[in-house]
């Protein structure tokens, strides 16, 4: 499935040194997307290396099929989302676990998926097809103090109220309907600065987050892959912008730490062990020759945490 398309896994190499593929090892990644890191973790981990992929997208699910069809039955595919991934792995040890999160390269560039505001389609942003939200219902039909929130909340727009404000009259007049359509009275919305980022990249980001309900969903699928690692087995997140790195951070150090009761009690009462230890203090970032090869790896950050014994 060969359609010029050149896909360029992020952190690749980085990856794949802290998940440390072996021959025998089961290791899952929960967004498979190009299949470029599942590819690479099963020719490191050699042979009898099996991987299970899971995606939502079921375009992303048969490029997969295809590009990884040479390791026969070590490579089991399964279309879900984040929350699928206890029922998908089951009762089954897992040697290794990656999150590569956010929205893929291929949907970026195809404009019938209504993701970029460079690109004109549209305004869909839908990574699962068969689910019925879209941007489209979400730009149009919801109350604007609704879209204020989201903008702000998922975006960090400190203008949401004056975007959310400028949407409503214009679809007063007539419905928003194209990525273009909406990037530009996005960024009519916005004081002007010069920047290399486009005005309406927060909007687009939120967008995008609200429909794919993206953040509401990942603590507990972290929790559910930690929680079938195997004594010594990883689990690496990368992520690319700030609300996804919080939640990934916030969870391996609650997770590290173990104890919770109150700073004010002389000795632990609530029993609670480390489940993981951080391999990873600070996030991982692509280096200058990575990101002159793809820009996007720029905003990209990679945690690791190790399941310890308990």
Not at 35 to 43: D, N, P, Q
Not at 77 to 91: F, K, N, P
Not at 143 to 169: N, Q, T
Not at 192 to 203: D, E, L
Request: some cysteine; hydrophobic content about 40%; proline content about 5%.
């Amino acid at each position: 499935m060969n359609d010029g398309h050149v896909h360029r896994p992020v952190l690749l190499k980085e990856v794949v040194e802290f998940l440390i593929p072996r021959a025998g090892g089961l290791y899952v990644d929960c967004t498979l997307g190009g299949a470029g890191h599942a590819g690479e973790i099963l020719k490191v981990g050699g042979g009898n290396a099996r991987l299970i992929g899971i995606d939502r997208d079921e375009a992303a699910l048969e490029r997969a099929k295809a590009l990884l069809k040479g390791y026969g039955g070590n490579v089991e595919l399964h279309y879900g989302r984040y929350e699928d991934l206890s029922g998908i792995i089951g009762d089954r040890n897992v040697d290794g676990i990656l999150f590569d999160l956010g929205v893929s390269s291929f949907m970026l560039d195809d404009p019938s998926r209504g993701f970029s505001f460079d690109k004109d389609g549209p305004l869909d942003m839908r990574m699962d097809r068969g689910q019925s939200l879209t941007a489209h219902e979400i730009v149009n039909s919801w109350e604007r103090r609704d879209l204020a929130h989201i903008f702000r909340k998922y975006g960090e727009e400190p203008f949401a109220g004056k975007v959310a404000a400028r949407i409503d009259r214009e679809r007063a007049i007539a419905p928003i309907e194209t990525t273009l359509q909406l990037a530009r009275i996005v960024s009519e919305s916005l004081p002007y600065k010069k920047s290399k980022v486009h005005p309406a990249t927060k909007i687009f980001q939120a967008l995008r987050i609200a429909v794919n309900g993206e953040l509401e969903e990942l603590g507990q699928a972290l929790l559910h892959g930690i929680d079938r690692l195997s004594p010594g087995g990883r689990i690496a997140v990368i992520s690319f912008h700030s609300l996804e790195d919080r939640i990934v951070k916030q969870t391996f150090a609650r997770l590290a730490k173990g104890c919770d009761c109150p700073p004010s009690l002389p000795q632990c009462v609530c029993g609670k062990k480390p489940i993981v230890k951080m391999v990873t203090r600070k996030p991982v970032t692509a280096d200058d020759s990575e990101i002159g090869m793809n820009p996007r790896a720029r905003s990209a950050k990679l945690r690791v945490a190790e399941r310890v014994a308990v």
